[in-house]
């Protein structure tokens, strides 16, 4: 008898989670969070787990919190064997935990006990791993801290970015779920304490996107990929900010240049506009200018005849 899943979700992260499950087992209920407003007219927007949970047809709540006794007394009307999670975005507390018999998994995007918490995938790019992955964790009340199933490993290639390595890692952990879950129901697969030293990543805020220049023109970099699409970088220009969304690494300009430069210069270089740095320079290789679309480099350049002056 196929066991009956409740799925938990709501990013893009965690559609081929959903989808994955509901192609191989009986989803009887998915959990989401609220819709929220978006876009410049604030309209109501369902999350993405929300609009595909509808086209395949599942029953679908969305509790402001878990805390909720409708959430959990709807929980137990579906009578879950086994609760999966991908992304979800609230803490489960033990009363949910405990509640079907195989427990609750989660589908996270990193190589734990490496990168627990709400940012894993920009974690790993802004620290230069050369790998991440996806694991498969029966979840305990701590944040990420449950024993480990399975994972499974990918590089990450030098000009990975956010929005590039999150749907394959999405993509990786639905895999992998589907690969490993009739061992785990039939008991075969027996979950593992973490081992290792644990990294955190803590949720990102817009302000976190502020670009530093007295780092290095490397970890900025660095930075910039990992935050795309979100929570995005930038810097201040004009009153406004500049949002910065691809840039390139020069180690240096020029001697007259390197003697001068204070972190935070803004000179030219090769039709550009670049940045100087604590150690090295940035090329800013595609911008957006407050209230504009984004352009290359040397097209914001154009209008902008004081950025070195």
Same mark, same amino acid.
């Given at each position: ?6 799925? !938990?979700?709501?990013? /893009? ?10 192609? $191989?087992?009986? +989803? ?11 876009? *410049?007219?604030?309209? =109501? ?5 929300? @609009? ?5 047809? =599942? ?6 919190? #878990? ?15 086994? +609760? ?29 006990? *490496? ?11 802004? $620290? ?5 992955? %996806?694991?498969?964790?029966? !979840? ?16 990450? $290639? ?13 993509? =990786? ?15 075969? #697969? ?51 900010? =500049?949002?910065? $969304? *691809?840039?390139? %690494?020069?180690?240096?300009? /020029? ?19 670049? @940045? ?7 090329? #800013? %290789? ?11 480099? /040397? @097209? ?10």
């Amino acid at each position: 008898m196929s066991p009956q899943i409740v799925f !938990m979700g709501s990013p /893009d992260f965690a559609l081929p989670t959903l989808k994955a499950l509901a192609d $191989h087992y009986a +989803v009887v209920g998915v959990v989401t969070q609220p819709d929220r407003p978006a876009g *410049r007219g604030r309209n =109501l927007t369902p999350p993405p787990v929300k @609009v595909l949970a509808q086209e395949l047809g =599942l029953q679908v709540v969305q509790p402001k919190s #878990l805390r909720a006794s409708q959430a959990i007394t709807q929980l137990r009307a579906w009578e879950p064997d086994l +609760v999966v999670v991908a992304a979800f975005g609230q803490i489960l507390r033990p009363e949910l935990l405990d509640l079907p018999p195989f427990g609750c998994i989660n589908v996270h995007a990193s190589l734990l006990p *490496r990168w627990r918490g709400t940012a894993p995938i920009q974690a790993a790019i802004l $620290h230069g791993d050369q790998q991440t992955g %996806v694991t498969i964790m029966k !979840m305990d009340p701590g944040i990420d801290t449950g024993p480990l199933l399975s994972q499974r490993a990918i590089d990450i $290639h030098f000009e990975e970015t956010g929005a590039s390595l999150t749907p394959k890692l999405a993509q =990786l952990g639905a895999e992998l779920l589907i690969a490993i879950l009739p061992s785990y129901l039939n008991g075969d #697969l027996q979950p593992q304490a973490q081992q290792g030293e644990a990294t955190y990543a803590p949720m990102l805020k817009k302000s976190d996107g502020q670009l530093d220049f007295t780092q290095s023109a490397e970890k900025i970099e660095r930075k910039i990929r990992a935050f795309n699409p979100w929570p995005g970088t930038f810097l201040d220009w004009q009153g406004g900010r =500049l949002k910065i $969304h *691809r840039v390139r %690494v020069v180690d240096s300009i /020029d001697q007259e240049t390197v003697i001068s430069a204070e972190p935070g210069k803004q000179i030219i270089y090769e039709g550009y506009p670049a @940045v100087c740095t604590e150690e090295g320079s940035l090329v #800013l %290789v595609e911008v957006q200018p407050a209230g504009k679309k984004s352009m290359a480099g /040397d @097209v914001f350049l154009r209008g902008a005849r004081d950025w070195a002056s």
